[in-house]
């Protein structure tokens, strides 16, 4: 089978996954990413797994007043070029022939490692975000929860990416914010000197390392993206550990930031495994995870429904 996705083998060998690079991928004209086989899949997706809003976003955007955009999903698909908005479908694994397209490109990578399999390269939990895009359309200053090969489909790209080793970009707190609230921080713009900034083209992409912060602008042309992912023990770990302050901090209680209290940490650690256990089977249902996100990370964890209209006309 050819790589899906492929890079200098220095890359694999000294900077995988701590620091970012380019990559190369054979994607951009596959028949699962083009603007019709997106438009099925949108009417496919529950309503939580669909995100979009005006793409006249600023880098440094407050996501209270993120600019909405008055289109169903399936119309800004149809008018993308004319639309002004920025859309991202969540979790495309669940549907089988999706699932296909980002196990094929991270067992390239497991192979470019010398691992026979996802497992053994310690790939977990893959998920795929496929973003669709109008032009100059910004996607704001953030930090996901994860690590992510970044591919170029259709249309040009800037996509920067900042070294936050040393939390002067975004602090402990601000981190457990974006992976448990909203992933959006405030951007300054001094920042700039210190970005990879990456000008992207189809079959072109990017390695984003977990919690490395990020931004994103769409050129003359629209866009349309894919982001693999997947997860490791110890960033699951980590994320738990976010998760379970966060739930602490807003009751009240103060939290030390991961890895400061090594024996308290495991018992967060061990609460968040067992509720995620129980909830799991619950999940099935779009109205309970809204439910378990409200009780879990406060009243504004469903921002993304923010917009969109149910069949009386209302927002959400």
């Known amino acids: 089978m050819t790589d899906v996705l492929t890079a200098e083998r220095a890359a694999f060998e000294t900077l995988f996954p701590k620091k970012p690079f380019r990559i190369t991928h054979n994607l951009e004209n596959d028949p699962r990413l083009t603007l019709d086989a997106i438009l099925e899949l949108v009417k496919a997706l529950p309503g939580d ?123 402990e707190d601000q981190i457990e914010h974006c992976i448990t609230k909203h992933r959006n921080v405030a951007y300054n713009d001094n920042f700039d000197a210190r970005a990879m900034h990456n000008d992207l083209k189809p079959g072109e992409g990017v390695f984003v390392p977990y919690l490395w912060p990020h931004y994103v602008k769409t050129k003359d042309s629209y866009s349309i993206s894919v982001a693999i992912t997947w997860k490791t023990k110890e960033t699951k770990r980590r994320n738990q550990l976010y998760i379970a302050n966060a739930m602490l901090r807003d009751r009240g209680f103060p ?62």
């Open 255 to 316: 939290q030390a930031a991961p890895g400061v209290h090594p024996s308290w940490d495991a018992a967060k650690v061990a609460f968040i495994a067992t509720a995620s256990a129980v909830a799991s089977p619950l999940r099935k249902s779009e109205e309970l995870r809204k439910f378990f996100r409200k009780i879990a990370l406060g009243k504004n964890a469903n921002y993304y429904y923010r917009g969109q209209k149910n069949e009386e006309g209302l927002a959400n």
């Open 49 to 171: 797994h669909i995100e979009y809003n005006s793409g006249q976003a600023n880098i440094s955007q407050d996501p209270d007043a993120t600019p909405l955009v008055d289109l169903p999903p399936e119309e800004i698909i149809k008018r993308v070029e004319s639309a002004g908005a920025w859309m991202v479908l969540k979790k495309i694994e669940a549907h089988p022939a999706y699932k296909q397209l980002l196990e094929d490109a991270l067992l390239s990578v497991a192979h470019a490692q010398g691992h026979d399999s996802l497992k053994e390269a310690g790939f977990s939990n893959v998920e795929g975000f496929l973003f669709v895009s109008s032009p100059h359309s910004t996607t704001p200053f953030h930090i996901d929860s994860e690590d992510n090969f970044f591919v170029q489909i259709h249309g040009d790209k800037l996509f920067s990416i900042f070294d936050n080793e040393d939390r002067s970009l975004a602090n």
